[in-house]
């Protein structure tokens, strides 16, 4: 087993989509009427339309875009706070290079580091780290963004420059987690869906009993899935099969990865670090309860909005992009060619919103495999 190329083999990919088609005829959903499944992972967006599995699958079947990339999510007002930290003369602020072009109403992160402000990009906090040790006359402050995949790793570096006394050291918390989200969703009246494909990286942190209340309180149905081809292809049969069958259950297709536990060392990791947040603004959603993290007290030394009096907590709303639709498809309520900006007004080289900047974003995955074609046939 290499993991990989088992997981591409076009013959079992056919024999998926041959079952796929006979659960969707079972069912009877139609274009007008799908069954309507949700991916709550960037990855799974990219990977569906980089193997063309929106295509691939029945009509009946239709693919629903959650919010998955955690630098889509991100409120305007939280990148507003990043700029106003990073442009203090004492900061070397850092940050990993998806955000550096997510826009704010003051610009983004790379429009203030043309316009002087000393803001570096990393692939670790450890190199934000060691940032700090080499300029112990500067404050270094690492932009911490994500769920849960990458919430361990600043848990991590929190606790090494605690054990360091690395005073210069501190973390603009943004970390999200995943199941807060998803509950807001279903309590949606106007939100109607069919099942879930849950996400594979935020499970191999955290597990798969988080999704329990999915399944127990709404009856839907969760399959955590793998990136590859038939991993998503045998995920979405597994939500199928559950529906035919009138299940509701958390089940876990990537169980080569995945425990249903989770890692009980980033676990205890987070736990030591964070604590809720009683709530956190999302792009799209608005207010969710308990849905992001903040650093907890023992360590407001490396805590930014201590330590820079910046948000903790207090709403600073800040309005969308005119004519930018990134909340409503961050949401799952449209579709990046339904937005009157998508390949015209909004593009890679020119984003409007954070969903054609990030890799994982919804909007760049319709340009990148050839949604803004589709978008110029139409008209």
């Not at 798969?208 to 969760?222: L, M, S, V």
């Not at 207090?314 to 449209?334: F, I, Y």
């Amino acid at each position: 087993m290499k993991y990989v190329e088992e997981f591409r083999d076009p013959k079992a990919a056919k024999a998926l989509l041959a079952a796929i088609a006979r659960r969707i005829d079972a069912l009877g959903a139609t274009v007008e009427h799908p069954i309507r499944i949700m991916e709550i992972c960037g990855g799974h967006t990219h990977a569906i339309f980089r193997y063309g599995l929106d295509k691939l699958t029945p009509p009946g079947l239709d693919f629903i875009h959650g919010p998955g990339c955690p630098v889509c999510v991100l409120p305007m007002a939280r990148v507003d706070e990043c700029i106003e930290i990073a442009r203090r003369p004492e900061v070397i602020f850092t940050t990993f290079g998806d955000a550096m072009r997510v826009p704010g109403t003051q610009g983004s992160l790379i429009e203030a580091k043309a316009a002087g402000a000393d803001i570096r990009m990393v692939y670790s906090p450890l190199d934000a780290l060691d940032l700090a040790r080499r300029n112990p006359h500067r404050e270094v402050v690492f932009f911490g963004l994500g769920f849960e995949t990458t919430t361990p790793s600043t848990a991590l570096s929190i606790l090494q420059a605690n054990r360091e006394t690395l005073r210069n050291f501190s973390v603009f918390c943004n970390h999200i987690t995943v199941p807060p989200p998803i509950r807001a969703l279903l309590d949606d009246p106007h939100m109607r869906l069919d099942g879930f494909v849950g996400p594979g990286h935020v499970s191999m942190v955290i597990g798969t009993k988080p999704y329990g209340f999915i399944a127990r309180d709404y009856g839907k149905p969760i399959v955590v899935a793998g990136f590859e081809p038939v991993d998503l292809l045998q995920a979405v049969l597994m939500v199928l099969d559950q529906i035919v069958e009138g299940r509701a259950e958390v089940e876990n297709q990537y169980a080569r990865v995945v425990p249903e536990e989770g890692n009980p060392v980033s676990l205890a990791a987070i736990a030591r670090v964070y604590e809720p947040r009683p709530t956190f603004e999302w792009r799209g959603l608005g207010e969710i309860e308990e849905s992001g993290l903040r650093i907890r007290p023992a360590f407001a030394a490396h805590d930014a909005e201590v330590k820079f009096a910046i948000g903790y907590g207090a709403a600073r709303p800040a309005a969308e992009p005119e004519g930018c639709a990134c909340g409503a498809v961050m949401a799952g309520r449209s579709r990046p060619t339904d937005c009157a900006q998508f390949a015209t007004g909004c593009t890679p080289e020119m984003p409007l919103g954070a969903l054609m900047v990030s890799s994982e974003g919804a909007c760049a995955a319709y340009y990148q495999y050839g949604g803004h074609r589709a978008l110029e046939r139409a008209e």
